[in-house]
């Protein structure tokens, strides 16, 4: 193992190759995917056209993954780790260059542990959403998970890239609880509690002794996660699927206090999602159903719109959860706050309730229209990418902004003037939080479509500048944006990233695992010039 | 800066002196501690007799302490960095060898900010939780803050060592929002959105971009934080102030049950306190006021004295927080479900509302009883330090244990048996969690009598060895079994500990920054045989 070993590997042929030879090896030549072969992995929305497929590993265990990874330190190959690949809108299964192997670990599948007693997951990176909402539906535990819009990615995945959800426990992140992973030496850790042998305490306790290490595999490629506890709550006795619609646009400061407050005081108990019009007809159909012209649909089209689909100009959606007398209360609460706040708001809001006292079964409610407050698993959303193409495709601009309406307002007033600049159709989801809000918007455009790609890097990038200018940052962001959006964190020349790097460099000094991700790069390859295109750097 | 200037240094000559003769300049001489002076620093409840007070520096603001890691580098002087110095039971200001000189923040007091509005503050590491509740009443806020025992230790030290509170916010940990810390080589680094210029984010959202840094700084000593925002709750319209006693010592299971499931389910809504009959009498007087014997109080006096009190044989408190209509509904739940797991408990609530709607003050609850479940800072605790002697002192033994009844009960007897062999009272103040709960006991000793420390240590020894027989650790530590409990954490050859040593020596290559804490060891001082008994090798 030498950190000279890359520059030493014969420059006629791709070094991947080598790699590639030696993993079938360990994996079995059916669990090597070659580079440009169908199966080949790539962003399912590039926002470049002509990017080519690139090839992969898919480990079935740990020891498979601590061989892989001692075999890229000694063949200087990269890999770019994913759970699932499902990280749609960020650049899915993407590396940052195409001169790494994908470490793919959707083969390890396996729920290690569900504890429905005290509420606890213990599952490997390729156990999706779906699967580990079959497993507690299966064995009838009173159990509810937390899901993002789609159902089909990765659980762990989800979390380490500090996604979230519509449940209490909507923000996964904060629910993680004890990792293991397998280190760039190949070496195996467990973070927290579970770092002593025969406990349990893992998935139970978020802290163990000495600095906490889970937070540093978050957004991170300071390792491969190869299994992780996460919490669950319990199913409640009732759940509330509230709604909230007001009829101007000038009414969204007042909203966003309201419901923050709300969130504040734990009276609305999840992050409260809050749409304009655009998101609520992405899921009744394609842009051309509604708008014939060039440009961002008019504000007068849209109100026209509203009236028809019978909603707000901002609608709103809550959760109420547990015992039903409980929840009722918190209903009663939030109309009247609501209403104090913007008198001719309505809340409306369906309550289902278990059966004699006992806890709420999820199928009554995944039968509902809308299933993500509930932690039912879905990809009813995936149908809004075809908004402005059949073959459509989108990136999100998700910024965190203090969640103070004024503020709010002012940014949205921002956005809305450069959508309309760039001809698209601003799709706002705001999840609600606290004391923040994700502000989330969505460029829908058709793939391929080099035109309207330009238009979309453009705007994307007018996006993030906006949000800079004002002291906002993405939380998560698309390979391509990865280093603008990290030189933005310009604290003391950005300190931050220095510190990344420096935990970069001491724990993977080799430079082995996913160069680039979040703009943290190792040594080898820091020079700007030479990561902007590294990849004839790295190939050879 | 070399890491060989604490060998070149004179040996004839303390090494600290040239450090604290040079810090002067930097501090002014007032606020440099000489060995062995009046107001040198030691642990007030020391575990072994006869040890000396040591030296100190006090630095004024970040610039003086970014000087001061500095020159530490430079003379090759290790620093035992603390807020305040009132880690009680844990050490106080001890450090790990005294070879070191203290880095003192207790002068860096300054509240940075309080936002009433989203409800966060950003404050230094000398201001305490007195300071904290005095600002937020001094100005009118609509806030309550979480306290823990006592009030006069620092907030931020506080929540970096994971120490909690009994308010909804509690564990004080998930609610630290962005640091800024001095780095051992006097860089300075912001973590989180708070690592960019121009914005607010900081304390605000958990999290910035890439790896997640703040829990790095936790028990840690990986750099010094010098300032850190941390969230509070909005006032709430009504407080609960709720007792549960239970008449049997096997009621325990069934109690710890009840409590936690109402936790995970939201209903109770902060981290309950049960606590036994000894823990009631050390708030009622000295040991020698109930019994004069020797060992233990025996069973039948602690039943005695239970009925005299008119408590249960366990006493639970949890609080309610909130609309007054929900208090209400929540205490009724509460009645329902004790009663149905416990028929003969008895639940009594005191219910504080805000006069016309408005939030509560928090004098009229100060004036009760009890205070730190409403986040009212106290002293009263301190009282109990007399129980075994006038010149009293404590150590606390805390595991965490999964929070599973019958597990609970069981450690439970093995504890009870192991202070009955080494003829100590059983203190007990348990912290339910949703998922895990905090098995506070502590040993009373009397101060300087080496009999009874020398047994305190033995029983001390056992506990641990009994906690981690059953595969659990306290969440926290006193300086003196610091290795022996990250000995414990031995899952792949200590490979957390391994870990935590290789970011230490990437982070602070000179061991400049509290060597020892939480048994992470910078390089030279890690063989075992050095570490033990450091004072000689490194004052020369």
Redesign the interface.
């Known amino acids: 193992m030498s950190s000279v070993a890359a520059s030493e590997a014969p420059v006629t042929t791709d070094p991947r190759e080598v790699f590639l030879q030696r993993a079938a090896a360990v994996v079995g030549p059916e669990n090597v995917v070659r580079p440009h072969a169908e199966e080949g992995y790539i962003d399912p929305y590039p926002l470049q056209a002509g990017r080519a497929k690139w090839p992969g590993v898919r480990p079935a265990n740990t020891s498979e993954v601590q061989e892989l990874v001692r075999l890229a330190a000694e063949t200087g190959t990269p890999l770019w780790t994913f759970s699932c690949g499902k990280n749609l809108g960020y650049g899915g299964p993407e590396p940052r260059d195409h001169g790494m192997v994908a470490l793919d670990l959707s083969r390890m599948n396996r729920i290690l542990k569900v504890d429905a007693?005290?509420?606890?997951a213990v599952v490997e990176p390729g156990v999706t959403f779906f699967d580990l909402f079959d497993h507690i539906r299966e064995h009838g535990l009173d159990l509810w998970m937390s899901v993002p819009a789609l159902g089909w990615g990765s659980v762990l995945g989800n979390m380490l890239d500090?996604g979230y959800g519509m449940t209490?426990m909507g923000d996964h992140?904060?629910n993680l609880c004890g990792l293991e992973v397998v280190?760039p030496d190949g070496?195996?850790?467990?973070?927290g509690?579970?770092?002593?042998?025969?406990?349990?305490?893992g998935p139970?306790?978020?802290?163990?002794?000495?600095?906490?290490?889970?937070?540093?595999?978050?957004?991170?490629n300071?390792g491969v996660v190869v299994s992780g506890g996460l919490?669950l709550?319990?199913a409640?006795q009732a759940f509330a699927n509230g709604d909230i619609m007001v009829e101007r646009e000038e009414d969204l400061p007042a909203l966003i206090d309201v419901l923050t407050?709300l969130r504040?005081?734990?009276?609305v108990?999840n992050n409260a999602l809050c749409g304009n019009v655009v998101r609520a007809a992405t899921m009744r159909g394609s842009r051309r159903d509604f708008w014939d012209g060039e440009g961002s649909i008019p504000d007068w089209r849209l109100d026209e719109m509203r009236r028809e689909f019978g909603i707000g100009q901002w609608n709103a959606k809550f959760g109420l959860?547990?015992?039903p007398?409980?929840v009722r209360?918190?209903l009663?609460?939030v109309r009247e706050r609501v209403t104090a706040a913007i008198p001719d708001a309505r809340v409306d809001a369906r309550v289902y309730e278990g059966e004699e006292g006992r806890r709420l079964e999820h199928e009554r409610i995944a039968e509902a229209d809308r299933t993500q407050m509930a932690g039912v698993p879905t990809l009813r959303p995936l149908s809004t990418v075809a908004w402005a193409a059949d073959d459509g495709g989108h990136i999100d601009a998700a910024p965190?902004i203090?969640?103070?309406g004024e503020e709010v307002y002012a940014f949205y007033r921002e956005a809305k003037a450069l959508y309309a600049e760039y001809g698209f159709d601003l799709y706002i989801g705001y999840h609600l939080y606290?004391?923040?809000m994700v502000h989330v918007t969505m460029i829908f455009f058709e793939r391929g479509n080099e035109e309207m790609l330009a238009r979309a890097r453009e705007l994307y990038s007018r996006l993030l500048d906006a949000a800079?200018a004002r002291?906002?940052?993405?939380?998560r962001?698309h390979v391509d944006y990865m280093d603008r959006?990290?030189a933005?964190?310009?604290?003391?020349d950005h300190?931050?990233?220095?510190?990344?790097e420096?935990?970069k460099?001491?724990?993977d000094p080799l430079g082995i695992i996913a160069p680039g991700?979040?703009?943290?790069w190792p040594a080898r390859l820091r020079d700007h010039s030479v990561k902007e295109n590294s990849l004839d750097r790295i190939i050879g």
């Open positions: 007693r005290l509420g606890y500090r209490p992140v904060k280190l070496d195996l850790l467990r973070t509690m579970g770092a002593m042998e025969g406990t349990d305490l139970i306790f978020q802290g163990g002794f000495g600095p906490t290490l889970d937070g540093l595999f978050t957004q991170s300071l919490w709550m319990p409640p407050q504040r005081e734990d009276i108990q959860y547990g015992d007398r409980l209360q918190r009663e609460i965190i203090p969640a103070r606290p004391r923040h800079r002291g906002y940052a993405p939380y962001s959006i990290a933005g964190f310009d604290f003391n300190a931050a990233l220095r510190f990344q420096k935990l460099d001491a724990v991700k979040q703009g943290v």
